[in-house]
């Protein structure tokens, strides 16, 4: 079987804060995928056998049964899935997590927790009941969407952080730090304090994140690939510097990345997931 995906954008003001709301169920075409770092956030309720993430290269692997919550990465994560899977979640915008954490989100960089750490047992025992019964994935998806507008909090410092947050990935990451505080009319200090509170990261590292994400983008597995125009169009000073970049965000080589990719594509023609997450090297 293969893998049955439904997304939609939430209504306001959850569209604010996330992407879109998506339900995924069936058999993954790699039992362990690794997901290149990306300016994002990713909440995950669990409706099937438990799946594991491993973090970051120096964090343990964990099993997750109810769900997790990922707070937007400095380094690529390792997720493992069970034969089949079966979950709704959000993609979230690197800000979008806050009003929902009980926690600073610094507190759970490269460090992923399950749902229940963050909302309770009762209460994410009662949602996954209610879509485990629920009449298909979009009322699954309204479940979820009616739950956040309910947990929906006041996050101080939030269109600070959104504002510049905003600007970084217009520019895709090629703004100069040093001008977002004096744009933003706080200090350096400031900024920095209020990102690694609502976001889990400083302005640099959001800025070098959307920089690396903007150039994966632009790759594409099936053409030749020029690296040190990509490089350059990306705004890394050469080849070198990407590639050391790339070699950090995901543990390969550029190199060898696109031939995991290719693999994908070969193995896997027209997969749901085929310009999703690469699979394990």
């Not at 009980?102 to 994410?124: F, K, N, Y």
């Not at 040190?228 to 590639?243: I, T």
């Not at 896997?268 to 997931?273: A, D």
Request: glycine share 8%.
């Amino acid at each position: 079987m293969g893998v049955k995906y439904v997304s939609r954008v939430p209504r306001p003001p959850l569209d604010g804060l996330i992407d879109d709301l998506y339900y995924l169920e069936g058999a993954p075409p790699y039992a362990r995928l690794t997901l290149p770092p990306a300016p994002a956030a990713l909440l995950i309720v669990n409706l099937g056998a438990p799946f594991r993430i491993r973090g970051g290269t120096d964090i343990e692997t964990a099993e997750y049964a109810d769900g997790c919550v990922v707070t937007t990465p400095t380094r690529a994560w390792d997720f493992s899935y069970p034969l089949r899977t079966r979950s709704v979640g959000a993609h979230v915008k690197p800000w979008g997590l806050a009003p929902f954490l009980p926690m600073p989100a610094a507190e759970l960089c490269d460090r992923p927790v399950t749902v229940e750490q963050v909302w309770g047992r009762s209460a994410i025992a009662e949602l996954r009941d209610r879509m485990a019964t629920a009449d298909g994935p979009h009322e699954m998806l309204t479940l979820l969407e009616d739950e956040l507008m309910r947990r929906l909090c006041e996050a101080r410092g939030l269109g600070l952080v959104r504002h510049t947050s905003s600007v970084i990935a217009a520019t895709g990451g090629a703004v100069p730090v040093g001008d977002l505080s004096v744009a933003a009319g706080v200090s350096s200090t400031h900024l920095a304090q209020r990102f690694k509170e609502l976001i889990g990261v400083t302005p640099k590292r959001l800025a070098r994140t959307h920089r690396f994400a903007a150039a994966v983008l632009t790759i594409n597995p099936a053409e030749p690939i020029d690296w040190a125009e990509l490089a350059g169009g990306a705004g890394y000073f050469d080849q070198a510097h990407f590639g050391h970049e790339f070699r950090a965000f995901t543990g390969l080589t550029p190199t060898r990345y696109l031939e995991v990719r290719r693999r994908f594509l070969r193995e896997h023609p027209g997969h749901t997931l085929d310009s999703w997450p690469l699979p394990a090297d």
